[in-house]
């Protein structure tokens, strides 16, 4: 199968945990299971001043960002055998010190960075379709909106089962109601029944309900979500989801551990 894994790191390239880690080594697993692996993640400063070798694939991608336009390069490189790794390059957004956040506190803007590099990581997938497209943590979650909802935009690519993993329940991309409009999302979206959450918009919550299939670390971890001390308010769409949420107990790289 054709495979794609959009998330926000991948070892070596940028890590603040685990889920750099699983990005890194699964697909590098898959692709020794015979799948056509790649990667998309941002460009951040850690992957463009480290000792890597990228190469640029002369893509343009025009991303929809708060009404206007917004341009991203793409840069290549490669992990495994041969699993090429898209960076998506918008220094605005991706060339800071830190991936999310400084000590102090979250970036101000974080939600108009993962909304672009979602909708940038779904303007890609239209240039290279595959057949399964794995999204994974709130970051970008609302890739799966938008390829579910505006299946027009992403025509190439619409027909792609979409995975969605949760690697830490407790962090959901919450972001206040006058960020809606840099979802480009109908308001009726904007409801209990979809995005809205006490108030505000939920980006995780959005990946939750719209995913073909829902995994997250652990067999165990997949019962706790579904529980009031662990489902952080989301038990509730966990509990719906139920019939399509596995938990895959996470692998190791037993060359690397």
């Known amino acids: 199968m054709k495979i794609a894994m959009v998330a926000s790191e991948v070892t070596p390239f940028a890590k603040t945990g685990g889920l750099a880690d699983v990005i890194g080594t699964l697909t590098i697993a898959l692709e020794r299971l015979g799948h056509e ?9 850690s992957a463009l001043q480290g000792d890597f070798s990228l190469s640029d694939t002369g893509m343009t991608l025009t991303v929809p960002d708060t009404g206007a336009k917004k341009d991203a ?4 490189t490669s992990i495994g055998k041969n699993v090429p790794v ?3 390059q918008a220094d605005e957004y991706f060339v800071r010190e830190f991936l999310y956040g400084t000590p102090t506190g979250d970036y101000a803007d974080n939600a108009a960075r993962f909304v672009f590099f979602s909708r940038a990581a779904l303007e890609l997938l239209r240039r290279r379709p595959v057949d399964i497209a ?12 938008f390829l ?15 995975v969605f993993t949760i690697h830490n329940l ?3 991309g919450v972001f206040p109601p006058t960020a809606w409009p840099l979802l480009n999302l109908d308001s009726s979206y904007f409801t209990p029944r979809f995005l809205e959450y006490y108030g505000n918009i939920n980006f995780l919550k959005g990946g939750l309900l719209f995913a073909d299939k829902i995994t997250t670390v652990s067999p165990s971890y997949a019962q706790e979500i579904m529980t009031t001390d662990q489902g952080f308010g989301l038990e509730g769409v966990l ?3 139920a019939a ?7 692998g190791v790289d037993y060359q690397q551990w």
């Open 37 to 45: 692996v790649s990667v998309i993640a941002p460009a951040y400063r």
């Open 73 to 76: 390069e793409v840069l290549e």
């Open 86 to 88: 898209y960076l998506i």
């Open 134 to 145: 794995h999204f994974h943590d709130w970051q970008t979650a609302l890739a799966v909106v």
């Open 148 to 162: 579910k909802l505006q299946p027009g935009l992403y025509s190439e690519t619409a027909a792609a089962k979409t």
């Open 170 to 172: 407790g962090f959901q």
């Open 239 to 241: 509990r719906e989801r």
């Open 244 to 250: 399509d949420l596995v938990g895959l107990l996470n």
